[in-house]
């Protein structure tokens, strides 16, 4: 499975916009990127995903690189509910091995 | 969004007794359901894939004789932690999806938490 590298942890203010980084340098042409977050003692929740163009829904925006070697989570404007473990993960659109993978992921904190 | 529940929420066994954790999808048939453990303050560690009616594939380092996997229905899958020890304490979540392909959706149960004494 490809790799990917995300900040430890980032704080926000509440009300303002948070980006979250995510790198994937290994990243195969087939592989989409899908963001998940993880409240505590709960078990992950789907953010979004996308392959090459850029996706917006209603609880995030996702902006990925024309390279495709990295992307980014945007959350156009920050909550106390939106506390939590940020995780991208690349999984194979091909079918086989397609599993999501988690790595560390980045603990947002979001000041009041 | 489609819903997984888990069954029983928490649960606190003795060492040497098994367990077994359910997972459902409500409004969905699941062709993949994934079995993840996950210890404090850390990331989660996937177990197992199953598919509805196949022998389960575990990862690397995961005892198939010890977690034992059985995904009877397109709803339901459940995991047995068969003989548990105070070390198979941990964060237990399964997941599901519909379709094999990289850009279907993958939902998650709300965990069961396993305490062995």
């Known amino acids: 499975d490809a790799k990917t590298t995300q900040p430890n942890s980032m704080e926000s203010n509440e009300e303002e916009p948070v980006h979250l980084p995510c790198n994937h340098s290994?990243?195969?042409?087939?592989?989409?990127i899908h963001w998940y977050r993880q409240l505590p003692s709960q078990g992950p929740e789907y953010v979004i995903h996308?392959?090459?163009s850029n996706v917006n829904n209603r609880m995030a925006s996702l902006a990925i690189a024309e390279d495709r070697k990295s992307s980014t989570l945007i959350l156009h404007r920050a909550t106390l509910r939106d506390a939590a473990v940020y995780y991208c993960?690349?999984?194979?659109?091909?079918?086989?091995?397609?599993?999501?993978?988690f790595g560390e992921g980045t603990q947002l904190t979001v000041n009041p | 969004g489609a819903v997984v529940s888990q069954h029983p929420s928490w649960v606190i066994c003795k060492s040497g007794t098994s367990v077994k954790i359910e997972c459902r999808s409500l409004?969905?048939?699941?062709?993949?359901m994934f079995w993840y453990r996950q210890f404090p303050k850390q990331s989660l560690m996937l177990m197992a894939t199953?598919?509805?009616?196949?022998?389960?594939?575990?990862e690397q380092g995961v005892e198939k004789d010890k977690f034992l996997i059985n995904h009877a229905s397109l709803t339901l899958s459940t995991l047995t932690v068969t003989s548990a020890h105070p070390e198979d304490s941990s964060f237990y979540i399964c997941?599901?999806?519909?379709?094999?392909?990289?850009?279907?959706?993958?939902?998650f149960g709300p965990g069961t938490r396993l305490t062995v004494l």
């Open positions: 997941s599901a999806k519909t379709g094999t392909g990289g850009w279907n959706e993958q939902f």
């Open positions: 290994t990243i195969s042409g087939t592989d989409y």
């Open positions: 996308g392959l090459t």
């Open positions: 993960i690349l999984r194979d659109g091909m079918g086989k091995g397609s599993r999501l993978t």
């Open positions: 409004d969905f048939q699941a062709t993949t």
């Open positions: 199953s598919n509805e009616g196949s022998k389960a594939t575990y």
